[in-house]
């Protein structure tokens, strides 16, 4: 049998070429898969988990933000998730919200903190360059032996201004749900 440029071949030996290519491929993306699995660069924060479901008060009982936040930290260090905050006077909510995704979590044994850019007011997109300019920094610290859980939430500031996401101040009573983990 000859192929198209002029070298002769056998059957058996083409099927052989093929399946030795293909074997060859196969194991080369294997092999691949498996090293880009591994590894995570040297410098990435372990993979982390943050739920934040309930009110940051201004004060026990008066309610000033109803927070909805889900995120986490995967093992590449990359950070996902959704939040959504809704300002509360006293025990009703008004119709402003804002929505964004998180974009950083830090979680320091008791202390965890978010990042999210703003990306939604009231329901609606933010058009073109105003989309996430601006980011919203928010901590939790989860009470233990009697202490109550606390929150606090940084003015909207410049989205490239946050150097990382490490807990700040938590001056605000929290009623709610707070789940931080790593690993």
């Given at each position: 049998?000859?192929?198209n440029?002029?070298?002769?071949?056998?059957?058996?030996?083409?099927?052989?070429?093929?399946?030795?290519?293909?074997?060859?491929?196969?194991?080369?993306?294997?092999?691949?898969g498996?090293?880009?699995?591994?590894?995570?660069p040297p410098d990435?924060?372990?993979?982390?988990?943050?739920?934040?479901d309930?009110?940051?008060?201004?004060?026990?009982?008066?309610?000033?933000?109803?927070?909805?936040?889900?995120?986490?930290?995967?093992?590449?260090?990359?950070?996902?998730?959704?939040?959504?905050a809704?300002?509360?006077?006293?025990?009703?909510s008004?119709?402003?919200?804002?929505?964004?995704?998180?974009?950083?979590?830090?979680?320091?044994?008791?202390?965890?903190?978010?990042?999210y850019?703003?990306?939604?007011?009231?329901?609606?997109?933010?058009?073109?360059?105003?989309?996430?300019?601006?980011?919203?920094?928010?901590?939790v610290?989860?009470?233990t032996?009697?202490?109550?859980?606390?929150?606090?939430?940084?003015?909207?500031?410049?989205?490239?201004?946050?150097?990382g996401c490490e807990?700040?101040?938590?001056?605000?009573?929290?009623?709610?749900?707070?789940?931080a983990?790593?690993?």
């Amino acid at each position: 049998m000859t192929t198209n440029n002029g070298l002769q071949m056998h059957a058996p030996a083409r099927t052989v070429l093929r399946c030795g290519a293909a074997g060859l491929l196969a194991a080369g993306l294997t092999v691949g898969g498996v090293s880009a699995a591994a590894a995570a660069p040297p410098d990435a924060p372990p993979p982390a988990h943050l739920s934040i479901d309930g009110n940051l008060q201004l004060a026990p009982g008066v309610n000033l933000l109803k927070i909805d936040a889900q995120g986490m930290r995967s093992t590449d260090g990359t950070t996902t998730g959704t939040y959504t905050a809704t300002v509360q006077l006293g025990s009703s909510s008004t119709p402003l919200t804002v929505t964004g995704p998180v974009t950083c979590i830090a979680v320091d044994g008791a202390d965890a903190s978010l990042i999210y850019p703003i990306s939604g007011i009231m329901g609606t997109q933010l058009p073109g360059s105003l989309d996430s300019a601006l980011a919203v920094q928010v901590s939790v610290h989860q009470g233990t032996d009697g202490e109550g859980d606390m929150a606090g939430v940084s003015l909207p500031m410049p989205t490239g201004a946050f150097d990382g996401c490490e807990p700040a101040g938590t001056p605000f009573p929290f009623e709610g749900t707070i789940d931080a983990s790593t690993g």
